[in-house]
């Protein structure tokens, strides 16, 4: 069966940067392209963007442009989000997903001196 | 951007009743709209994608329908595991967007 599995909680002081890991199981990783949405504490879901699985790329929203990156260790049918210079407004769950039906479990990262 | 308006922002409803969520986007989505569940600290759950098909597994009290810019999900018979918070999603065009939540509780 389908799997997306992430990295654990992150705790992580302002400025700092943060890698969150999504490993996925039970299909052809370079089949589907992987998707990031972020739901900060108590609020609704924000599409991050995406890349392709494929060839690599990476597309971002406009909110997700400059300290987001989407990368992969195809080998490892791993996909990636690192964000860098961290401030409080990150604090969130973050969650990998190909759509429609697919969802990790989700990883905390909190931001806090 | 396409912007999803979603209402209502709460909902209570007693077992057995009927409930609609409803999802209005700024231009037409040509039917790429899906419906999810979050349960508290859990991931969202698929219920229907393109609008009207059910996803494997989902009970049949879910349906969906709509068209252009109106959709709306129906729980036909409300039971204790529906309580949670319901999103839609347009998947017409990138950025891909989600309505801003509807909170069913029961009654």
């Known amino acids: 069966q389908i799997q997306l599995v992430q990295s654990g909680p992150e705790l992580k002081k302002p400025g700092e940067s943060v890698k969150i890991s999504c490993k996925a199981s039970?299909?052809?990783?370079?089949?589907?392209?992987m998707h990031w949405v972020k739901q900060a504490p108590g609020k609704g879901l924000k599409w991050m963007g995406w890349?392709?699985?494929?060839?690599?790329?990476?597309t971002y929203a406009d909110d997700f442009k400059g300290r987001f990156v989407f990368s992969l260790e195809a080998s490892a049918s791993t996909a990636n989000l690192q964000i860098s210079n961290l401030k409080n407004e990150d604090t969130a769950t973050y969650f990998c997903?190909?759509?429609?039906?697919?969802w990790g479990q989700g990883t905390l990262v909190t931001v806090s001196s | 951007d396409i912007q999803m308006t979603q209402s209502p922002p709460s909902l209570s409803a007693s077992l057995g009743e009927t409930v609609s969520i409803e999802c209005r986007a700024s231009?037409?989505?040509?039917?790429?709209l899906a419906w999810y569940q979050q349960k508290s600290g859990k991931s969202p759950q698929l219920l229907i994608y393109?609008?009207?098909s059910l996803q494997d597994g989902v009970p049949s009290r879910f349906s969906g329908s709509g068209s252009g810019t109106q959709y709306s999900l129906k729980i036909s018979g409300m039971q204790p595991e529906d309580e949670g918070v319901y999103y839609c999603?347009?998947?017409?065009?990138?950025?891909?967007?989600f309505g801003s939540g509807t909170k069913l509780e029961i009654k």
């Open positions: 393109y609008a009207s």
């Open positions: 890349i392709n699985t494929y060839t690599g790329k990476p």
């Open positions: 997903w190909s759509p429609f039906a697919y």
């Open positions: 039970g299909y052809t990783f370079t089949d589907y392209a």
């Open positions: 999603l347009q998947g017409s065009k990138y950025p891909f967007t």
């Open positions: 231009e037409d989505i040509y039917s790429n």
